[in-house]
Nanobody, 134 residues
Framework: DVQLQASGGGLVQAGGSLRLSCAAS????????LGWFRQAPGKEREGVSC????????YYADFVKGRFTISRDNAKNTVYLQMNSLKPEDTAIYYC???????????????????????????WGQGTLVTVSS
């Protein structure tokens, strides 16, 4: 069974930092791209960041560029999302997911997926709640 378990969420003040982790099992981790997504209350799930299977390519949504950093440790079957300079609008449940490729498209240097692409993104794990207070 594919399992993806996100952790590391919590309550943080605006301007603070959190590091999310996602431990994976049940599939060939090295062969898959890993993405972070989020869903805020009353909003659709959206792509936040993605990293290729080798780790050689990383993609970021416009609203997190320069603040968030995605990384992966293939030896530990784990993907990370370092979140700095957090804003109240970053409050959401954050999910990790695995697929063969990150997909989507780049508008300039910003990564974007249509709703259907988000919903069709491979295998999903449980989310972790991030709450940023003002």
């Amino acid at each position: 069974d594919v399992q993806l378990q996100a952790s590391g969420g919590g309550l943080v003040q605006a301007g603070g930092s959190l590091r999310l982790s996602c431990a994976a099992s049940g599939f060939a981790f090295d062969d898959y791209a890993l993405g972070w997504f989020r869903q805020a209350p009353g909003k659709e799930r959206e792509g936040v960041s993605c990293i290729s299977s080798s780790g050689g390519s990383t993609y970021y949504a416009d609203f997190v560029k320069g603040r968030f950093t995605i990384s992966r440790d293939n030896a530990k079957n784990t993907v990370y999302l370092q979140m700095n300079s957090l804003k109240p609008e970053d409050t959401a449940i954050y999910y990790c997911a695995a697929d063969r490729q990150c997909g989507g498209r780049l508008y300039g240097t910003s990564w974007y997926l249509w709703r259907e692409e988000v919903n069709g993104f491979g295998s999903w794990g449980q989310g972790t709640l991030v709450t940023v207070s003002s």
